[in-house]
Protein backbone atom coordinates (compact mmCIF):
# COMPACT_ATOMS: atom_id res chain seq x y z
CA UNK A 1 0.00 0.00 0.00
CA UNK A 2 1.36 3.38 -0.92
CA UNK A 3 0.73 5.84 1.90
CA UNK A 4 3.61 8.93 0.69
CA UNK A 5 1.67 12.22 1.70
CA UNK A 6 1.30 15.13 -0.13
CA UNK A 7 4.43 17.30 -0.33
CA UNK A 8 4.44 19.51 2.60
CA UNK A 9 2.70 17.36 5.42
CA UNK A 10 3.58 18.01 8.44
CA UNK A 11 4.96 15.14 11.32
CA UNK A 12 5.54 15.56 14.68
CA UNK A 13 3.77 15.39 18.28
CA UNK A 14 2.61 17.36 21.07
CA UNK A 15 2.76 17.76 24.76
CA UNK A 16 0.91 19.65 27.34
CA UNK A 17 2.66 22.03 30.24
CA UNK A 18 0.45 20.72 33.17
CA UNK A 19 1.94 16.89 32.32
CA UNK A 20 4.87 17.98 31.30
CA UNK A 21 6.83 20.99 32.21
CA UNK A 22 7.19 20.62 35.85
CA UNK A 23 8.86 23.07 37.58
CA UNK A 24 5.66 24.39 39.20
CA UNK A 25 7.10 27.31 41.91
CA UNK A 26 10.43 28.44 39.26
CA UNK A 27 11.00 31.17 37.46
CA UNK A 28 8.62 33.34 38.63
CA UNK A 29 5.44 30.79 38.11
CA UNK A 30 2.32 31.47 39.93
CA UNK A 31 0.16 28.53 41.36
CA UNK A 32 -2.11 26.49 38.89
CA UNK A 33 -5.58 24.88 39.23
CA UNK A 34 -2.96 22.31 38.02
CA UNK A 35 -0.81 22.52 41.05
CA UNK A 36 -3.32 21.82 43.33
CA UNK A 37 -6.04 19.69 41.84
CA UNK A 38 -7.07 16.39 44.04
CA UNK A 39 -8.40 13.33 41.65
CA UNK A 40 -10.20 11.29 43.80
CA UNK A 41 -10.38 8.12 41.36
CA UNK A 42 -6.59 8.21 40.56
CA UNK A 43 -4.75 5.25 41.40
CA UNK A 44 -2.92 5.01 44.60
CA UNK A 45 0.73 4.64 43.03
CA UNK A 46 0.31 7.40 40.48
CA UNK A 47 1.47 9.89 42.73
CA UNK A 48 -0.34 13.06 41.33
CA UNK A 49 1.30 15.08 43.34
CA UNK A 50 4.39 14.36 41.24
CA UNK A 51 2.95 16.63 38.52
CA UNK A 52 4.49 19.33 39.66
CA UNK A 53 7.69 18.02 38.61
CA UNK A 54 6.15 16.01 35.82
CA UNK A 55 9.29 15.32 33.70
CA UNK A 56 10.62 18.32 34.14
CA UNK A 57 10.65 19.54 30.76
CA UNK A 58 11.16 23.29 31.94
CA UNK A 59 15.11 22.08 32.62
CA UNK A 60 15.42 19.23 29.74
CA UNK A 61 14.27 21.53 27.23
CA UNK A 62 17.04 21.76 25.30
CA UNK A 63 17.79 18.00 25.11
CA UNK A 64 13.78 16.88 24.57
CA UNK A 65 13.58 19.28 21.46
CA UNK A 66 17.07 18.00 19.98
CA UNK A 67 15.54 14.57 19.98
CA UNK A 68 12.04 16.03 18.14
CA UNK A 69 15.17 17.50 16.00
CA UNK A 70 16.95 13.95 15.83
CA UNK A 71 13.51 12.07 14.74
CA UNK A 72 12.67 15.14 11.95
CA UNK A 73 10.03 16.51 13.49
CA UNK A 74 8.31 18.98 10.97
CA UNK A 75 5.70 20.29 14.06
CA UNK A 76 5.32 20.54 17.62
CA UNK A 77 2.55 21.14 19.95
CA UNK A 78 3.23 22.80 23.00
CA UNK A 79 1.05 24.54 25.68
CA UNK A 80 1.93 27.50 27.03
CA UNK A 81 1.12 27.95 31.02
CA UNK A 82 -0.82 31.08 31.74
CA UNK A 83 0.23 30.90 35.15
CA UNK A 84 4.19 31.12 34.33
CA UNK A 85 3.54 34.22 32.16
CA UNK A 86 0.94 36.22 34.81
CA UNK A 87 1.38 34.47 38.24
CA UNK A 88 -1.79 35.75 39.02
CA UNK A 89 -3.86 35.78 36.09
CA UNK A 90 -4.60 39.48 35.77
CA UNK A 91 -1.18 40.73 36.53
CA UNK A 92 -0.51 44.54 35.04
CA UNK A 93 2.87 43.25 33.41
CA UNK A 94 3.65 39.73 32.50
CA UNK A 95 6.39 37.85 34.05
CA UNK A 96 9.55 38.63 31.70
CA UNK A 97 11.15 35.32 33.22
CA UNK A 98 7.69 33.11 31.71
CA UNK A 99 7.93 35.16 28.24
CA UNK A 100 12.03 34.55 27.99
CA UNK A 101 11.72 30.51 28.61
CA UNK A 102 9.04 30.15 26.16
CA UNK A 103 10.91 32.25 23.56
CA UNK A 104 14.34 30.26 24.39
CA UNK A 105 11.91 27.34 23.84
CA UNK A 106 11.34 28.75 20.12
CA UNK A 107 14.62 29.26 19.83
CA UNK A 108 15.51 25.57 19.80
CA UNK A 109 12.53 24.89 17.17
CA UNK A 110 13.46 27.19 15.20
CA UNK A 111 17.34 25.58 15.33
CA UNK A 112 15.54 22.55 13.86
CA UNK A 113 13.55 24.26 11.94
CA UNK A 114 9.89 23.00 13.45
CA UNK A 115 6.92 24.91 13.50
CA UNK A 116 5.41 25.70 16.61
CA UNK A 117 1.81 24.94 17.32
CA UNK A 118 0.84 26.23 20.48
CA UNK A 119 -2.36 25.61 22.77
CA UNK A 120 -3.31 28.76 24.88
CA UNK A 121 -5.25 27.03 27.66
CA UNK A 122 -5.11 23.85 28.70
CA UNK A 123 -6.46 23.64 32.08
CA UNK A 124 -3.89 24.99 34.02
CA UNK A 125 -5.45 28.86 35.01
CA UNK A 126 -4.04 30.94 37.86
CA UNK A 127 -5.37 29.69 40.87
CA UNK A 128 -5.53 33.33 42.06
CA UNK A 129 -8.29 33.87 39.32
CA UNK A 130 -10.46 31.11 41.13
CA UNK A 131 -10.01 32.51 44.19
CA UNK A 132 -11.01 35.60 43.18
CA UNK A 133 -13.71 35.35 40.28
CA UNK A 134 -14.38 31.85 40.56
CA UNK A 135 -12.66 32.13 37.45
CA UNK A 136 -14.35 30.85 34.12
CA UNK A 137 -17.26 31.41 35.72
CA UNK A 138 -17.21 35.48 35.46
CA UNK A 139 -16.67 37.22 33.03
CA UNK A 140 -13.20 38.90 34.27
CA UNK A 141 -11.69 36.01 33.86
CA UNK A 142 -12.34 36.24 30.10
CA UNK A 143 -10.53 39.61 30.48
CA UNK A 144 -7.80 38.51 31.83
CA UNK A 145 -7.70 35.87 29.71
CA UNK A 146 -7.43 37.91 25.88
CA UNK A 147 -4.80 39.94 27.92
CA UNK A 148 -2.59 36.85 28.35
CA UNK A 149 -3.11 36.15 24.77
CA UNK A 150 -2.89 39.40 23.49
CA UNK A 151 0.75 39.64 25.49
CA UNK A 152 2.00 36.15 23.93
CA UNK A 153 0.97 36.71 20.35
CA UNK A 154 2.54 39.98 20.36
CA UNK A 155 5.77 38.86 22.04
CA UNK A 156 6.01 35.95 19.46
CA UNK A 157 4.45 37.43 16.80
CA UNK A 158 5.89 35.60 12.97
CA UNK A 159 7.47 32.88 15.05
CA UNK A 160 4.60 30.87 16.09
CA UNK A 161 2.84 29.27 12.94
CA UNK A 162 -0.21 27.86 14.57
CA UNK A 163 -1.98 29.11 17.90
CA UNK A 164 -5.34 26.71 19.29
CA UNK A 165 -6.90 28.83 21.68
CA UNK A 166 -8.20 26.17 23.66
CA UNK A 167 -7.71 22.27 24.37
CA UNK A 168 -10.42 20.24 23.84
CA UNK A 169 -13.05 23.09 25.62
CA UNK A 170 -15.90 20.62 24.16
CA UNK A 171 -16.06 18.18 27.28
CA UNK A 172 -16.26 20.97 29.69
CA UNK A 173 -19.46 19.77 30.79
CA UNK A 174 -18.58 16.27 31.30
CA UNK A 175 -15.16 17.42 33.66
CA UNK A 176 -15.46 20.92 35.01
CA UNK A 177 -13.43 20.81 37.90
CA UNK A 178 -11.17 19.52 36.06
CA UNK A 179 -10.62 21.67 32.71
CA UNK A 180 -11.65 24.73 34.81
CA UNK A 181 -11.13 24.70 38.82
CA UNK A 182 -14.50 24.93 39.35
CA UNK A 183 -17.42 22.22 39.90
CA UNK A 184 -20.42 23.78 37.95
CA UNK A 185 -23.44 22.57 40.69
CA UNK A 186 -26.36 22.61 37.95
CA UNK A 187 -26.80 22.87 34.32
CA UNK A 188 -26.63 26.95 34.03
CA UNK A 189 -23.48 26.98 35.25
CA UNK A 190 -22.29 24.93 33.02
CA UNK A 191 -24.17 26.45 30.23
CA UNK A 192 -22.20 29.89 31.86
CA UNK A 193 -18.79 28.11 31.71
CA UNK A 194 -19.51 26.87 28.23
CA UNK A 195 -20.29 30.75 27.00
CA UNK A 196 -17.58 31.97 28.39
CA UNK A 197 -15.05 29.42 27.21
CA UNK A 198 -16.49 29.64 23.39
CA UNK A 199 -17.22 33.70 23.69
CA UNK A 200 -13.16 33.55 24.71
CA UNK A 201 -12.38 31.54 21.55
CA UNK A 202 -13.96 33.77 19.39
CA UNK A 203 -12.42 36.85 20.95
CA UNK A 204 -8.95 35.22 21.03
CA UNK A 205 -9.20 33.72 17.38
CA UNK A 206 -10.11 37.34 16.09
CA UNK A 207 -6.91 39.36 18.22
CA UNK A 208 -4.78 36.75 16.70
CA UNK A 209 -5.34 37.56 13.24
CA UNK A 210 -5.20 41.22 14.24
CA UNK A 211 -1.86 41.01 15.59
CA UNK A 212 -0.58 38.51 13.31
CA UNK A 213 -2.15 38.12 10.16
CA UNK A 214 0.41 35.18 8.92
CA UNK A 215 -0.60 33.31 11.79
CA UNK A 216 -3.38 30.28 11.78
CA UNK A 217 -5.54 29.83 14.68
CA UNK A 218 -8.96 27.00 15.06
CA UNK A 219 -10.92 25.78 17.69
CA UNK A 220 -10.12 21.81 18.94
CA UNK A 221 -12.70 18.83 19.48
CA UNK A 222 -11.92 16.14 21.51
CA UNK A 223 -13.84 13.46 20.97
CA UNK A 224 -14.28 9.92 20.68
CA UNK A 225 -15.87 7.61 16.76
CA UNK A 226 -19.31 6.94 18.15
CA UNK A 227 -21.12 3.90 16.09
CA UNK A 228 -24.09 2.90 17.21
CA UNK A 229 -24.38 -0.46 18.99
CA UNK A 230 -26.66 -1.62 17.06
CA UNK A 231 -28.82 -1.12 13.91
CA UNK A 232 -31.62 -0.76 16.28
CA UNK A 233 -32.75 2.43 15.52
CA UNK A 234 -33.12 3.68 19.24
CA UNK A 235 -29.33 3.13 19.34
CA UNK A 236 -28.96 4.99 16.24
CA UNK A 237 -30.44 8.40 17.86
CA UNK A 238 -28.45 7.79 20.53
CA UNK A 239 -25.38 7.67 19.03
CA UNK A 240 -26.36 10.49 16.78
CA UNK A 241 -27.60 12.74 19.94
CA UNK A 242 -23.95 11.68 21.15
CA UNK A 243 -21.95 13.04 18.00
CA UNK A 244 -24.26 16.32 17.85
CA UNK A 245 -24.34 16.96 21.74
CA UNK A 246 -20.13 16.49 22.07
CA UNK A 247 -19.21 17.49 18.36
CA UNK A 248 -20.54 18.61 15.84
CA UNK A 249 -22.91 21.38 18.73
CA UNK A 250 -19.17 22.49 19.26
CA UNK A 251 -17.67 22.58 15.62
CA UNK A 252 -20.58 24.53 15.02
CA UNK A 253 -19.50 27.22 17.09
CA UNK A 254 -16.02 26.94 16.54
CA UNK A 255 -15.79 27.19 12.44
CA UNK A 256 -19.12 28.65 11.75
CA UNK A 257 -19.13 30.75 14.68
CA UNK A 258 -23.09 29.81 15.76
CA UNK A 259 -24.54 28.10 18.57
CA UNK A 260 -27.18 25.96 16.92
CA UNK A 261 -30.24 24.79 17.62
CA UNK A 262 -29.44 21.41 18.89
CA UNK A 263 -27.07 23.02 21.45
CA UNK A 264 -29.33 25.47 22.84
CA UNK A 265 -32.13 22.96 23.23
CA UNK A 266 -31.01 21.39 26.53
CA UNK A 267 -31.10 24.65 27.68
CA UNK A 268 -34.09 26.01 26.45
CA UNK A 269 -35.58 26.35 30.16
CA UNK A 270 -33.02 28.96 31.52
CA UNK A 271 -33.26 32.66 31.32
CA UNK A 272 -30.26 32.97 28.81
CA UNK A 273 -30.18 36.65 28.50
CA UNK A 274 -28.49 36.75 32.12
CA UNK A 275 -25.23 34.82 30.56
CA UNK A 276 -25.46 35.71 26.80
CA UNK A 277 -25.40 39.07 26.73
CA UNK A 278 -25.56 42.00 24.33
CA UNK A 279 -22.96 41.54 21.82
CA UNK A 280 -21.83 38.13 22.74
CA UNK A 281 -23.64 36.13 19.72
CA UNK A 282 -22.52 38.81 17.45
CA UNK A 283 -18.78 38.58 19.02
CA UNK A 284 -18.54 34.69 18.20
CA UNK A 285 -20.08 34.78 14.79
CA UNK A 286 -16.88 37.02 13.67
CA UNK A 287 -14.87 34.04 14.44
CA UNK A 288 -13.02 33.06 10.80
CA UNK A 289 -11.01 30.15 11.88
CA UNK A 290 -7.98 29.13 9.47
CA UNK A 291 -8.30 25.23 10.30
CA UNK A 292 -9.72 22.56 12.94
CA UNK A 293 -7.81 20.55 14.61
CA UNK A 294 -8.98 17.30 16.25
CA UNK A 295 -7.96 14.51 18.66
CA UNK A 296 -8.39 11.07 18.43
CA UNK A 297 -8.46 7.92 20.12
CA UNK A 298 -11.09 5.62 20.32
CA UNK A 299 -14.66 4.85 18.95
CA UNK A 300 -17.08 3.88 21.30
CA UNK A 301 -20.68 1.70 20.88
CA UNK A 302 -23.33 4.28 21.81
CA UNK A 303 -26.54 2.14 23.08
CA UNK A 304 -29.74 3.72 24.07
CA UNK A 305 -29.54 2.14 27.96
CA UNK A 306 -26.39 0.23 29.43
CA UNK A 307 -25.71 -2.93 27.96
CA UNK A 308 -23.31 -4.90 29.96
CA UNK A 309 -21.24 -1.31 30.79
CA UNK A 310 -21.89 -0.30 26.62
CA UNK A 311 -23.05 3.25 25.97
CA UNK A 312 -20.92 6.09 27.59
CA UNK A 313 -17.92 8.10 26.63
CA UNK A 314 -15.74 4.98 27.28
CA UNK A 315 -18.30 2.59 25.95
CA UNK A 316 -16.69 -0.77 25.50
CA UNK A 317 -16.84 -1.43 21.61
CA UNK A 318 -17.22 -5.85 21.48
CA UNK A 319 -15.68 -6.06 17.69
CA UNK A 320 -11.88 -4.59 18.96
CA UNK A 321 -9.42 -4.68 21.33
CA UNK A 322 -8.96 -2.42 24.42
CA UNK A 323 -6.37 -1.21 26.37
CA UNK A 324 -6.00 -2.05 29.79
CA UNK A 325 -7.36 1.11 30.63
CA UNK A 326 -10.38 0.04 28.40
CA UNK A 327 -10.15 2.46 25.83
CA UNK A 328 -10.90 1.20 22.46
CA UNK A 329 -8.32 0.22 19.91
CA UNK A 330 -10.02 1.20 16.14
CA UNK A 331 -7.90 3.00 13.51
CA UNK A 332 -11.16 2.80 10.67
CA UNK A 333 -12.69 4.80 13.36
CA UNK A 334 -9.88 7.79 13.15
CA UNK A 335 -10.80 7.71 9.35
CA UNK A 336 -14.41 8.05 9.92
CA UNK A 337 -13.66 10.69 12.55
CA UNK A 338 -11.59 12.68 10.33
CA UNK A 339 -13.78 12.65 7.03
CA UNK A 340 -16.94 13.37 8.99
CA UNK A 341 -15.75 16.71 10.25
CA UNK A 342 -13.60 17.68 7.35
CA UNK A 343 -16.67 16.90 5.07
CA UNK A 344 -19.18 18.35 7.28
CA UNK A 345 -17.19 21.81 7.58
CA UNK A 346 -14.92 22.13 5.04
CA UNK A 347 -11.67 23.48 6.67
CA UNK A 348 -8.53 21.91 6.65
CA UNK A 349 -8.08 19.49 9.33
CA UNK A 350 -4.61 19.49 12.13
CA UNK A 351 -4.52 16.30 13.88
CA UNK A 352 -3.35 17.63 17.52
CA UNK A 353 -3.25 14.78 19.31
CA UNK A 354 -3.69 10.26 18.28
CA UNK A 355 -1.51 7.75 20.19
CA UNK A 356 -1.66 5.39 22.66
CA UNK A 357 -0.72 4.90 26.18
CA UNK A 358 0.95 1.54 27.47
CA UNK A 359 3.19 0.37 30.42
CA UNK A 360 6.36 0.67 28.97
CA UNK A 361 9.67 -1.81 30.14
CA UNK A 362 12.97 -1.33 29.99
CA UNK A 363 15.00 -4.23 29.21
CA UNK A 364 18.47 -5.53 30.82
CA UNK A 365 20.11 -4.02 27.77
CA UNK A 366 17.85 -0.74 28.26
CA UNK A 367 15.87 -1.26 25.27
CA UNK A 368 11.90 -0.27 25.59
CA UNK A 369 10.58 -2.47 22.50
CA UNK A 370 7.34 -0.84 22.17
CA UNK A 371 6.42 -2.53 19.49
CA UNK A 372 2.39 -2.13 20.43
CA UNK A 373 2.67 1.59 20.05
CA UNK A 374 4.07 1.04 16.35
CA UNK A 375 1.39 -1.21 15.67
CA UNK A 376 -1.22 1.77 16.92
CA UNK A 377 0.07 4.49 15.25
CA UNK A 378 1.04 2.60 12.04
CA UNK A 379 -2.71 1.32 11.60
CA UNK A 380 -3.83 5.01 12.22
CA UNK A 381 -1.31 6.20 9.91
CA UNK A 382 -2.69 3.72 7.07
CA UNK A 383 -6.32 4.99 7.58
CA UNK A 384 -5.24 9.04 7.85
CA UNK A 385 -3.57 8.18 4.82
CA UNK A 386 -7.33 6.56 2.97
CA UNK A 387 -8.61 9.59 4.35
CA UNK A 388 -6.23 12.20 2.86
CA UNK A 389 -6.36 9.91 -0.68
CA UNK A 390 -10.52 10.11 -0.29
CA UNK A 391 -9.89 13.95 -0.33
CA UNK A 392 -9.91 15.54 3.34
CA UNK A 393 -7.55 18.27 3.78
CA UNK A 394 -4.91 17.36 6.40
CA UNK A 395 -2.41 19.77 7.54
CA UNK A 396 -0.54 17.66 9.38
CA UNK A 397 -0.08 14.39 12.20
CA UNK A 398 0.81 15.14 15.63
CA UNK A 399 1.28 12.35 17.94
CA UNK A 400 0.33 12.29 21.62
CA UNK A 401 2.88 12.02 22.95
CA UNK A 402 6.28 13.20 22.08
CA UNK A 403 8.38 12.33 25.35
CA UNK A 404 6.74 10.63 28.35
CA UNK A 405 4.71 12.56 30.71
CA UNK A 406 1.71 12.39 33.14
CA UNK A 407 -1.05 10.58 32.35
CA UNK A 408 -4.31 13.01 33.65
CA UNK A 409 -5.39 10.61 35.60
CA UNK A 410 -3.16 7.28 36.03
CA UNK A 411 0.04 9.12 36.09
CA UNK A 412 3.42 7.67 35.17
CA UNK A 413 1.99 4.66 35.18
CA UNK A 414 0.44 5.24 31.84
CA UNK A 415 2.96 6.09 28.94
CA UNK A 416 2.87 7.91 25.84
CA UNK A 417 6.12 9.04 24.28
CA UNK A 418 8.63 7.97 21.62
CA UNK A 419 11.58 9.43 24.02
CA UNK A 420 11.32 7.34 28.04
CA UNK A 421 11.82 9.38 30.78
CA UNK A 422 13.09 7.79 34.39
CA UNK A 423 11.34 9.62 36.81
CA UNK A 424 13.89 9.05 39.44
CA UNK A 425 17.18 10.47 37.20
CA UNK A 426 14.90 11.81 34.61
CA UNK A 427 17.09 10.71 32.60
CA UNK A 428 15.66 9.97 28.73
CA UNK A 429 15.64 7.24 26.75
CA UNK A 430 14.94 6.44 23.15
CA UNK A 431 12.00 4.11 22.43
CA UNK A 432 11.72 1.65 19.55
CA UNK A 433 9.23 3.66 17.92
CA UNK A 434 11.51 7.05 18.41
CA UNK A 435 13.51 5.23 15.45
CA UNK A 436 10.43 3.43 13.58
CA UNK A 437 9.04 7.62 13.26
CA UNK A 438 12.27 8.63 12.39
CA UNK A 439 12.14 6.76 9.17
CA UNK A 440 8.70 7.49 9.26
CA UNK A 441 8.45 11.33 9.06
CA UNK A 442 12.04 10.66 6.42
CA UNK A 443 10.00 8.94 3.93
CA UNK A 444 6.59 11.19 4.22
CA UNK A 445 4.46 7.99 5.79
CA UNK A 446 5.46 5.62 2.71
CA UNK A 447 7.38 3.12 4.68
CA UNK A 448 5.94 2.16 7.67
CA UNK A 449 7.30 -1.44 8.34
CA UNK A 450 8.27 -2.07 11.68
Request: glycine share 8%; proline share 4%.
Amino acid sequence: MNTKFHEGFLWGSSTNAQQFEGAWNVGGKGVSIADVRVIPDMPADADFDGFKTASDHYHHFKEDIALYGEMGFGIYRFTMSWARIFPNGDDALPNEEGLNYYSAMLDELEKFNIKPVVTLYAYDMPLALLTKYKGWMSRECIDAYLHYVEIVVTRFKGRVSYWVPFNEQNFLSFDSEYMSGYKAQNIEEIFCLEHHFNLAYAKATVLIHGIDPLAKTGGNVGNMCPYPFSCNPLDVEACDQFAYGMGYSFADIYVRGQYSKFYLKKYRDLDLSKIILPGDLDAIKNVQPDFLSITYYMSSAIASESKNGLGGLKAKNPYVSQTEWGWNIDPYGFKHFIMDFYHRYQIPILILENGLGHRDTVEPDGSINDDYRIEYLKSHIERMYEAEDEGADIIGYLTWSATDLYSTREGFNKRYGFVYVDKQSMTRSKKKSFHWYKKVIATNGENLSI
